[in-house]
């Protein structure tokens, strides 16, 4: 009896063990990526994934490189938003928090897979909104949306309509993705989007002297 009550002891304690390196495990696996998002800087991070998607959108290398001292911003604008999200839990121990970590892999999954749908939708209709953009009928403002210059027939107000939906969507998702702000996310994209658009092209830039944002057409 005493054999087997020894016996069972050390089964308890080696399961034990085992349990603490399988969450050790867990936790070096995972914090690196909570670190590496906390340093990295959320609107760089922002604008180096917008610009891999613009690239996608558009089928084409960037014709320049723009930075937010371009646009009037200050050099490296920083992001206001705390390092607070989903990604904080994934260093807890226990059962519970190998839940969260299997939902929100699921959840990432489910996320990637309707960004690479709208990039689609972009990149379908890409052309059309650059002939719009090209012939001045529309502007590319600071919130990285399509805002009509000009007078559009309903099937032009229709086709930046879907064009607006499927960005407010991304940027939402990508905010989400990288805890920070709609408006850091928006302000990324514009960036990005500001390298790929051709001279002539309506878009903002920012006034420091009246604090406002003022149209302009681009103009390298």
């Known amino acids: 009896m005493k054999r087997m009550q020894l016996l069972a002891v050390v089964a308890s304690v080696a399961l034990a063990a085992m ?29 180096t994934d917008a610009r891999r998607q613009e690239e996608e959108i558009t089928g084409a290398k960037p014709k320049r490189t723009v930075r937010p001292e371009d646009i009037g911003l200050p050099p490296g604008l920083a992001p206001k938003s705390a390092a607070t999200g989903p990604s904080a ?3 807890h121990d226990g059962p519970a928090s190998l839940l969260v970590l299997v939902a929100d892999v699921y959840a990432a999954d489910a996320s990637s897979d309707r960004q690479a749908q709208l990039i689609q939708q972009m990149a379908a209709r890409h052309p059309q909104i650059e002939a719009l953009l090209d012939s001045q009928l529309v502007g590319e403002n600071h919130t990285s949306v399509l805002v009509p210059r000009a007078s559009l027939s309903a099937s032009q107000q ?63």
Not at 22 to 31: G, N, P, R
Not at 180 to 197: F, I, M, N, P, S
Not at 211 to 217: D, L, N
């Open 19 to 47: 349990v603490g390196c399988i969450q050790t495990k867990s936790e070096v696996d995972v914090k690196p990526v909570d670190i590496n998002l906390n340093i990295t800087g959320r609107l760089e991070l922002v604008i």
């Open 158 to 220: 229709a086709l930046v309509n879907a064009e607006n939906a499927d960005r407010a969507e991304l940027y939402k998702s990508e905010a989400a993705r990288k805890n920070t702000t709609v408006d850091q996310v928006a302000l990324g994209y514009y960036l990005a989007r500001l390298e790929h658009v051709n001279k002539g092209t309506w878009v903002e830039r920012y006034n420091k002297a009246t604090s406002s944002w003022e149209w302009f057409q681009w103009d390298r």
């Open 89 to 91: 839990r994934l260093t």
